[in-house]
């Protein structure tokens, strides 16, 4: 029985150190699909939101307000209409963030947090584990936390070129996304932009010429998911 009690939090400690250590930077390769006019999921994860812009703005149903997609997005360069599209990346799931689509990168746009609040209060959490989409649109983390922007400018359709922001939103205290991409950069579809340590929310913001292709609890592979097209 003593032996029972040593080895239970030495197996705990051990699972814990794996997880954070070694099994959050593991790196799948990841080949993404051919085809034009299409944009990839960014990132591993859950699809909590999905909602249409109008005139720059977009609705709360949790705050039963229009929030400004600019100011959610922490960039100017967000879309006047489209959609604003959230994948939650949670500790489980592949940690690197993804170009959705080819182009050169014409910003890159870091704003500090205003709170430290986590992104999912516990009901939330539990929600999450039980395979139930929480909507985090509205939240204070979502509205407050630090966040990293990356607008792309590519092409969507061939001869087209569309406009695309990723916003990087920390779950809590402090982001800790390592960044490869700058300013002129020019990236290729599926390439890493991003690796967020603790994970996070990926917001992102597309043009009204692209039509979702995933809906609310879905669960997306990044760089293998189409999550939008141009239809």
Request: charged share 15%.
């Amino acid at each position: 029985m003593r032996l029972r009690r040593l080895l239970l939090p030495i197996a705990a400690g051990t699972a814990v150190w794996y997880l954070r250590s070694v099994y959050r930077f593991r790196d799948p390769v990841r080949v993404p699909p051919t085809g034009a006019g299409v944009v990839l999921s960014p990132a591993d994860g859950v699809v909590s939101f999905v909602r249409r812009i109008e005139d720059g703005k977009i609705q709360s149903d949790a705050l039963n307000a229009a929030l400004k997609v600019g100011d959610l997005l922490g960039s100017a360069a967000a879309a006047q209409n489209g959609w604003l599209m959230g994948i939650f990346v949670g500790p489980l799931d592949v940690h690197y963030v993804y170009q959705p689509l080819a182009g050169q990168i014409t910003e890159v746009q870091h704003t500090a947090s205003r709170s430290d609040v986590a992104l999912l209060g516990p009901g939330e959490a539990l929600s999450m584990l039980a395979g139930q989409p929480t909507d985090l649109l509205g939240g204070r983390g979502t509205l407050e936390n630090e966040r990293l922007s990356f607008v792309t400018q590519g092409f969507v359709t061939q001869g087209e070129a569309g406009q695309v922001t990723m916003t990087l939103v920390a779950p809590g205290a402090g982001l800790k996304a390592t960044s490869y991409l700058k300013g002129g950069d020019e990236a290729s579809a599926g390439h890493k932009a991003a690796f967020l340590a603790e994970g996070g929310l990926v917001m992102l913001c597309l043009g009204a010429e692209l039509t979702p292709q995933v809906s609310v609890g879905e669960r997306v592979v990044g760089v293998q998911t189409v999550i939008a097209a141009n239809v």
